[in-house]
């Protein structure tokens, strides 16, 4: 201690808050990523700062994951883009990704797509956006933003069809609330306070009111190997809440 004060707050970081050399992988396991080397991964993208790509690299807190797993396995992720829209239950089936990284986390439509999800490893709080000026009226127009699961599961279950507005961009929401087209639009909390400021919309709020909140898994294609599955359900198991 009294040569090295650091040394208490190394080794805590080395064998507490880290993975390395503590994933239990079976010798299966271990001679599939040997097989594999590469893992081609898919990861949604224009969600700063919770997962996006910026001249082609993966940024945000997905990526901070994946990093994870890289430095944890020893193996290589080339990871793309999930396009705006895509359906994420449908992007595995022609076998040209071996996961996605971040997905809802719903089994019984995972499983109607053929798809497997990992144990869930993330939590996302969603929360209302609206204008400062404006009062919420007693029967709000929401901006529904196509091709999010979170859409159909919570925001369309909510409001009649009369009082949607569709939109396909995060941007393209915002700006209708910003424009009066609609009076609330909910987004994630992570995204929400960074996608207001960077679009300068100075009289949007979002609250700190959560509306719902689900959970984010990875998943694999039905048909792939199940050791993948297994791998990265032991490297989620051993990420703690502070991580």
């Given at each position: 201690d009294?040569?090295?004060p650091d040394l208490r707050t190394r080794l805590s970081k080395e064998f507490y808050t880290t993975n390395f050399e503590r994933i239990p992988l079976t010798e299966a396991e271990k001679e599939y990523l040997k097989e594999k080397k590469v893992l081609k991964v898919l990861a949604t993208d224009n969600q700063?700062?919770?997962s996006y790509f910026e001249n082609g690299v993966h940024k945000g807190v997905i990526a901070e994951v994946l990093k994870r797993i890289i430095?944890?396995?020893d193996i290589q992720l080339e990871v793309r883009p999930l396009g705006e829209g895509t359906d994420p239950y449908t992007v595995l089936s022609n076998g040209d990704a071996d996961f996605i990284a971040d997905i809802y986390c719903d089994v019984p439509t995972?499983?109607?797509n053929h798809l497997r999800l990992t144990t869930p490893y993330l939590s996302i709080d969603y929360?209302?956006?609206?204008?400062?000026s404006d009062s919420l009226p007693s029967q709000p127009k929401v901006a529904c933003i196509n091709g999010h699961t979170y859409t159909s599961k919570f925001v369309e279950t909510r409001y009649a069809y009369p009082d949607r507005y569709?939109?396909?961009s995060i941007e393209e929401s915002l700006e209708a609330?910003?424009?009066k087209k609609a009076d609330v639009v909910y987004l994630n909390n992570i995204t929400a306070m960074y996608n207001i400021w960077q679009g300068n919309y100075l009289?949007?709020?979002s609250s700190k009111e959560i509306a719902f909140s689900h959970h984010v898994s990875a998943a694999i294609n039905e048909n792939s190997d199940l050791r993948l599955l297994s791998i990265l359900n032991k490297e989620f198991h051993l990420l703690n809440r502070n991580q």
């Open positions: 009294i040569c090295d700063r700062p919770y430095d944890d396995l995972a499983l109607k929360v209302p956006v609206t204008r400062i569709y939109c396909n609330v910003n424009s009289n949007l709020q």
